[in-house]
């Protein structure tokens, strides 16, 4: 079975990223079909998996300074990056990125209503 932890990324590596953000339009970025993947009957549909369509998903992305942590996890065949962007206090979006695939994906993406400090801080023991 294949390694799935989740890695936390350092301060230089979300400073890369952010930076291959920045200089990558959104279009350029492919929606990779799980992003539309039904979750009980597993068909490829029309409507996003968790309730951000694409354009609220634009708007996300241009915010890389909202970039608050980020995770890396050994996908099938290459690493999923998963960055955490800070809305408000208890509101933060996770969008899964795949940035060793050409072109690049966004694999998923979905909000979460919790505080993002306590919620790292609970699971790694890290402060942002």
């Not at 990324?9 to 350029?28: M, P, Q, R, V």
């Not at 933060?92 to 801080?121: S, T």
């Amino acid at each position: 079975m294949e390694n799935e932890e989740n890695i936390p990324l350092t301060k230089e590596d979300i400073k890369k990223i952010k930076k291959i953000l920045k200089n990558t339009k959104f279009e350029e970025f492919k929606i990779h079909p799980y992003y539309y993947k039904d979750k009980f009957t597993g068909e490829i549909g029309k409507t996003p998996r968790h309730g951000i369509d694409v354009i609220e998903l634009k708007k996300i992305y241009e915010k890389s300074e909202n970039i608050k942590r980020g995770l890396k996890r050994k996908g099938k065949q290459t690493h999923q990056y998963t960055l955490s962007y800070h809305e408000s206090t208890n509101v933060f979006v996770k969008i899964c990125y795949l940035f060793d695939e050409k072109p690049m994906k966004i694999f998923n993406a979905m909000r979460i209503f919790r505080n993002l400090e306590k919620a790292i801080l609970r699971k790694y023991g890290l402060r942002i």
